[in-house]
RNA sequence: GCUCCUGUGGUGUAGUUCGGUCCAUCAUACCGGGUUUUCAUCCCGGCGACCCGGGUUCAAAUCCCGGCAGGAGCACCA
């Protein structure tokens, strides 16, 4: 080591000095040109709420506009009709998502739909200009043609014949399947996914916000395309299994003229905790009715998520986090568990849900005076300012979980020892014995009837118990002692019972 | 098959640009201990990794070559 030290005061001294390794937190440095702009979108297609894994390019774009005071925009690309329909509810569902994920407004909303007109202008310009050209061969005599790089015979056309091709897929005199318009490109690209790609296609489909007035679609490598130069985008951050979109764009915009923006790429990810899904298949499986909805907390859904009380923090630590690398990973939902608990626990009031409860008497040995009218315990142990809440006694009933329930001697927390005998609870000490194992448990002085939902094996198992009496509010989350995190989904006017559901432990 | 991307502990991640106190960072998980009248939180300790093989060099996680493994794209989807 002393040898290593020699050698280095000789050769690079600096090498010394420097800092010991250290973990790099947050997000890395964005490459920034000179004028210093960044603006950067996200681009769901709606047909579908976001699922945790969009959650992710909400996060990552919104991060970086936040780091560089530039700008996020909020992009739908909803071009496809027929394969992936928009869903109506979508937008306004994911705008909002957007917002609660990354605690700040998009300062752009777009519609690919209602932007139709520019595209198709561009479009009918580019053909013009002889960059693009219509196709009328079908899907796979164009691929055997390409594969084995040879121009298709609409390659040749002239301009004029193009546009009048144009015009007709315009006007829907050319049914689906029948005509595209390409890029043209090198034949003899070493990609053939990139030779002559596809720009525009043709869909009779109504789009369900603008109806049937457009004939001719963009596919999203061309309609991004022009949006991405429009808006001015300065930094893409996308899924790696859209390499070849960023190279096919380049092309396009190589034609142009255009400078294509910065792109980053991102791995796949996989949540151990959820099989493989996909928002068409959820989409699917909800229409189905196996789901009640996209805010079944059984989905990997945001809106599922944002239910069973995740705070929006903790989403976006985690991503935060994991960075931007290229590598497929395969994440636990446990490692968002524990930051969101950290986040929620200092705030947190405890309360007892005592699930499949057994009731029991209280029952006080004649020779013992000191009967109990009443417990006091912290809503949160370590923290005495959140206030008491104050048990009666009076009836001498208790709660314990059947789970609990065993004939000997037990610990109820935060009252007294007690021996269990058949169904009664005899009172031993208020002062705890050695051994006595802590349980949690419910006075039927002040205690109501409450049902939580807990996601498990692919079902919503409802565990029906007490709960202590409180001033519960919808949204409030508490943690049910002894159990984990619960969010409070409903009180009942009338009866006051309460329904909750899981967070996590 | 073609094109491309990626390989650091169980899971993720830092470090790789520009080789050097790197017997490798941090988190999570796990194990052990402490605090606590919750199986929560908190605190302490531990465990455990540079895909393989060559090469260059005084020195390689880092550079070069060759393997191997995993993944993605090859849609008139996004």
């Known amino acids: 080591m002393d040898r290593v030290r020699e050698i280095l005061e000789e050769t690079n001294p600096e090498a010394l000095n420097r800092e010991r390794q250290k973990k790099r937190v947050g997000l890395p440095e964005l490459d920034i040109d000179e004028t210093g702009d960044v603006i950067l979108r996200f681009a769901p297609n709606p047909n579908g709420l976001l699922s945790i894994g969009h959650s992710r390019g909400v996060v990552i774009n919104s991060e970086f506009a936040k780091m560089y005071s530039g700008k996020v925009i909020l992009r739908f690309d909803d071009t496809d009709t027929k394969v992936k329909p928009p869903l109506v509810s979508a937008y306004s569902s994911i705008e909002r998502e957007f917002e609660w994920i990354s605690g700040v407004k998009p300062d752009a909303v777009i519609r690919a739909s209602s932007r139709m007109d520019v595209y198709l202008e561009h479009a009918e310009e580019m053909i013009s200009l002889g960059f693009c050209y219509v196709c009328k061969c079908s899907a796979s005599k164009f691929k055997s043609l390409r594969d084995e790089m040879v121009a298709c015979p609409c390659r040749e056309n002239g301009i004029e014949e193009n546009l009048n091709g144009w015009k007709m897929m315009i006007l829907g005199e050319i049914g689906e399947g029948e005509g595209v318009v390409r890029v043209k490109t090198e034949l003899d690209l070493p990609n053939p996914a990139l030779r002559d790609w596809p720009a525009l296609r043709i869909q009779h489909t109504p789009h369900p916000l603008v109806g049937d007035q457009y004939k001719v679609w963009p596919l999203l490598d061309f309609q991004s395309a022009v949006e991405d130069h429009l808006q001015g985008v300065t930094h893409i951050v996308r899924g790696k299994d859209l390499m070849d979109s960023t190279r096919k764009q380049t092309l396009l915009y190589e034609h142009m003229g255009w400078k294509y923006p910065k792109t980053l790429y991102w791995g796949r990810v996989k949540l151990h905790d959820f099989g493989g899904f996909s928002t068409s298949s959820i989409r699917e ?196 002692e002894r159990m984990g995190f619960a969010k409070i989904e409903s009180v009942s006017n009338e009866s006051g019972n309460i329904s909750l559901i899981w967070l996590h432990g």
């Open 285 to 480: 499986s909800i229409e189905k009715g196996d789901f009640s909805g996209w805010d079944d907390p059984r989905l990997p859904t945001v809106a599922a998520l944002r239910r069973r009380g995740y705070t929006p923090e903790a989403i976006r630590e985690f991503w935060i986090e994991l960075g931007l690398t290229q590598k497929d990973i395969s994440i636990s939902m446990q490692t968002i568990d524990s930051k969101n608990s950290k986040i929620i626990d200092p705030d947190t009031v405890r309360r007892s849900f005592v699930g499949d409860p057994v009731k029991l008497s209280l029952i006080y040995r004649k020779d013992l005076s000191g009967i109990v009218e009443g417990v006091s315990m912290k809503n949160h142990p370590d923290h005495p300012e959140m206030g008491y809440r104050e048990w009666g006694l009076e009836h001498r009933v208790i709660y314990i979980s059947k789970n609990d329930y065993f004939e000997g001697i037990v610990r109820l927390k935060d009252f007294a020892d007690i021996e269990i005998e058949g169904k009664n609870a005899i009172f031993i000490s208020r002062e705890r014995g050695e051994s006595a194992h802590i349980i949690h448990w419910n006075s039927s002085d002040n205690c109501r009837m409450a049902e939580i939902m807990i996601p498990e094996d692919g079902e919503n198992k409802i565990i029906s118990g007490l709960i202590e009496d409180s001033e519960y509010r919808v949204g409030q989350i508490i943690q049910l």
